[in-house]
Nanobody, 119 residues
Framework: QVQLVESGGGSVQSGGSLRLSCAAS??????MGWFRQATGKEREGVAF???????SYVESVKGRFTISQDNAKDTLYLQMNSLKPEDTAMYYC???????????????WGQGTQVTVSS
């Protein structure tokens, strides 16, 4: 049973930084990712890291967000810099057997952590 527990959300002013963490258990060699869902909008993929370490990002966060993982600690991170009000959303950690599966929504999900960016 894959379990994902996010932490690190909070409120920050525009231009600030936050680092989200996701403690994972019950899996091995999964593609991992971060999604977000703003009020009234669909959930969108933000950043992904595949089993070979390759990363990809949605265009709106490129150059500002960095996804990484510490395999020794089974923890996934999302470093978010230069935050903007439009980054405000519930952020979810996700795990899937492949990026293909992840993009099809065949994921395990965490419970989410709220990020609020004020102008």
């Amino acid at each position: 049973q894959v379990q994902l527990v996010e932490s690190g959300g909070g409120s920050v002013q525009s231009g600030g930084s936050l680092r989200l963490s996701c403690a994972a258990s019950g899996y091995s060699r999964y593609c991992m990712g971060w999604f977000r869902q703003a009020t009234g909008k669909e959930r969108e993929g933000v950043a992904f890291i595949e089993t070979d370490g390759s990363t990809s990002y949605v265009e709106s966060v490129k150059g500002r967000f960095t996804i990484s993982q510490d395999n020794a600690k089974d923890t996934l991170y999302l470093q978010m810099n230069s935050l903007k009000p439009e980054d405000t959303a519930m952020y979810y950690c996700a795990a899937a057997r492949s990026l293909f599966a992840m993009l099809r929504g065949q994921n395990y999900w965490g419970q989410g952590t709220q990020v609020t960016v004020s102008s």
